[in-house]
């Protein structure tokens, strides 16, 4: 059980920001959201991870709604190598469990 | 960032026999580190975790007999497959958790493609 909801796919434009959705609204309180992806083939890749503030790397911005119910991975400026399965997650101390996660599209 | 590494990426077997696969994080100690399996168009499903010097913890439905683990350093786990048979054909993803890094990350490794004929 992933206990997280993702939309099954989305496509984005070349260049424009991909907003990816989840659904966590059961998570606890010592829990993070994690998100990471996978390129067809290979192991998952971290991507970001918060608690309950919002957090920007080098790869993405998460943003985790007040309530921690929900958040949004947003890819600033999505390219054609951003085209993978992005799983959202939630973990305290427990392994991290996939569940079905997007199939982001990006089209030139 | 730290980097966990899979041996070998790819391997064929035939029916019955067994195979190895390792799993290294190389500028990392693990004492915990988990193992997945992928099939295809599947998401990835945990198997079990290994903690260093103890025993593994499967998950419900796997069974610790045909896929045995060892986790003998910080450094390094082992899934065997014994007796391997066709419906293990699968994707096998190693991941593992930083013991000095504070946090709960997990980094994986690029995974073995395990065939059996």
């Known amino acids: 059980d992933a206990k997280t909801t993702q939309p099954p796919s989305m496509d984005c434009a070349e260049g424009r920001a991909a907003n990816l959705p989840c659904n966590h609204s059961?998570?606890?309180?010592?829990?993070?959201v994690y998100w990471y992806r996978q390129i067809h083939s290979q192991g998952p890749q971290y991507i970001i991870h918060g608690l309950k503030n919002n957090e920007t790397n080098e790869m993405a911005s998460l943003i985790i709604t007040e309530d921690r119910k929900s958040s949004t991975l947003i890819l600033p400026h999505a390219t054609l190598r951003d085209t993978a399965v992005y799983y959202c997650m939630r973990s305290g101390n427990t392994p991290l469990v996939f569940g079905k996660g997007t199939r982001l599209s990006v089209i030139a | 960032g730290a980097v966990v590494s899979q041996h070998p990426s790819w391997v064929i077997c035939k029916s019955g026999t067994s195979v190895k696969i390792e799993c290294r994080s190389l500028d990392f100690q693990a004492t915990t580190m988990f193992w997945y399996r992928q099939f295809p168009k599947q998401s990835l499903m945990l198997m079990a975790t290994s903690n260093e010097g103890s025993k593994a913890t499967y998950e419900q439905g796997v069974e610790k007999d045909k896929f045995l683990i060892n986790h003998a350093s910080l450094t390094l786990s082992t899934l065997t497959v014994t007796s391997a048979h066709p419906e293990d054909s699968s994707f096998y993803i190693c991941?593992?958790?930083?013991?000095?890094?504070?946090?709960?990350?997990?980094?994986f490794g690029p995974g073995t493609r395990l065939t059996v004929t």
């Open positions: 991941s593992a958790r930083d013991r000095d890094s504070g946090n709960l990350e997990q980094y």
């Open positions: 059961t998570i606890s309180g010592n829990e993070y």
